[in-house]
C-alpha cells in the first residue's frame, strides 16, 4: 500500500495491512492517514491535486517502512515526488485501475463528479475534471464498490448524504453536476464517500471567521453518522452543528470510518470530544 500523512509524508508498505496503531493504544506522531490506496512495488499510483490535476508516482522511489511501524515520520515530503503550482495542494492518491468504480470528486463551489477510469499511460498529468474559475476540489476519493454516500459539508454546518448512484460517470474533461445546494456565500469545506454498512463518524469543528489567533477557543463535535438521512443530490442537507455564540462557520469537517484520527498541523495527535448522540448539536470546547 501507499500512503499519505496529514502531515504531507508518503511512503509505501510491504505487507500491504493498514496501520492500527500500537498494542498499548498509543498514538505517535504523523499517524494520521488521510489516503491509502493498494499498488506494488514496480507499479504507479496517481495523486489527485486540488486543481484537478492527476499526477503519475512511480511507487518503486517511495521510501518503505519497516511492517513495525505505526506512522508515517519515517517518510517523505511529498514535494520531492511531485511539483505542485503555488495554493495547489494534494488530496488523494488514488490506483490507475481502469476496471474500478472510478474516482469521486466535490469542489468547494458544490459540484460533483464521478471519472470515468482512463488514465493513457503515455501521459504523466492528466486533468480528471475542468473546474470553473475560481473553484477547486475540496475532496476526492477512489471509489470501491460504487455503493458509497458521497457526503459534502458546508461551512454553515450543513451535511449532505446521498448514494453515489445518483451521479452518472462522466470523461475526465467533463465539469461535473451540481452536487449541494449552498446559500448564499457559502462554500464546501468536505468531501467523502462513506461505506454506509460501516460504523462511521462526522467529526466538524467550529469558530469564527476571519480569526486567526489560535488563542479563541474552539469548540468540536463528533457524531454517528446514522444520524443523518439521505437527502437528495442537489439538495441542502441537514444541520450538522449548532453554533454557540461567537461562532458563525465551521472550519474543519470530516466523515467517515472509525477510529477517527485527529492530529495537529505537525503531526502531534489530537484528542477528539466523546460521541454526541445530535446530529444538531453545539460542539465541546477543545483542549489547548
Known amino acids: 500500500r501507499v500512503l499519505l500523512s496529514s502531515t504531507g ?3 509505501r508498505t510491504a505487507n500491504g495491512e493498514p496501520f492500527t496503531g500500537d498494542d498499548d493504544g498509543k498514538r505517535a506522531k504523523h499517524d494520521v492517514i488521510v489516503s491509502a490506496v493498494p499498488a506494488t512495488a514496480r507499479g504507479e499510483i496517481g495523486a489527485v491535486t486540488s486543481a484537478g490535476r492527476l499526477l503519475r508516482i512511480n511507487v518503486v522511489d517511495l521510501p ?14 511529498l514535494a520531492e515526488f511531485l511539483s505542485l503550482e ?75 448524504r446521498y448514494q453515489a448512484s445518483q451521479v452518472r460517470p462522466q470523461g475526465r474533461p467533463a465539469g461535473g453536476m451540481a452536487g449541494v445546494k449552498l446559500t448564499e456565500g457559502a462554500k464546501v469545506i ?16 467550529a469558530g469564527s471567521r476571519g480569526t486567526l489567533d489560535d488563542s479563541v477557543q474552539t469548540t468540536a463535535k463528533l457524531t ?60 465541546v470546547s477543545l483542549a489547548k
Open 190 to 205: 468536505s468531501f467523502t464517500a462513506v461505506d454506509p454498512a460501516a460504523d462511521a463518524v462526522v467529526f466538524t469543528v
Open 9 to 11: 509524508l508518503l511512503a
Open 224 to 283: 454517528p453518522f446514522d444520524q443523518y438521512p439521505r437527502k437528495g443530490r442537489a439538495t441542502g442537507g441537514v444541520r450538522c452543528q449548532r453554533f454557540l455564540k461567537g461562532e458563525d462557520c465551521l472550519s474543519l469537517a470530516w466523515a467517515g470510518p472509525v477510529p477517527a484520527r485527529a492530529a495537529q498541523k505537525n503531526g502531534t495527535p489530537a484528542e477528539l470530544p466523546e460521541i454526541d448522540p445530535r446530529r444538531d448539536g453545539s460542539g
Open 64 to 77: 518503505q517502512l519497516p511492517e513495525s511501524t505505526a506512522n508515517l515520520a519515517g517518510g517523505a515530503p
Open 86 to 160: 503555488d495554493g495547489e495542494t494534494l488530496i488523494c492518491l488514488t490506483t490507475l485501475d481502469e476496471s474500478s468504480p472510478g474516482l469521486a470528486l466535490g469542489t468547494e463551489q458544490g459540484v460533483v463528479k464521478r471519472v470515468v477510469p482512463d488514465y493513457p499511460s503515455n501521459k504523466e498529468e492528466l486533468e480528471v475534471i475542468t473546474l470553473k474559475e475560481g473553484d477547486r476540489i475540496v475532496g476526492a476519493v477512489e471509489l470501491r464498490t460504487g455503493e458509497e454516500d458521497l457526503v459534502f459539508i458546508t461551512d454553515d454546518a450543513q451535511l449532505l
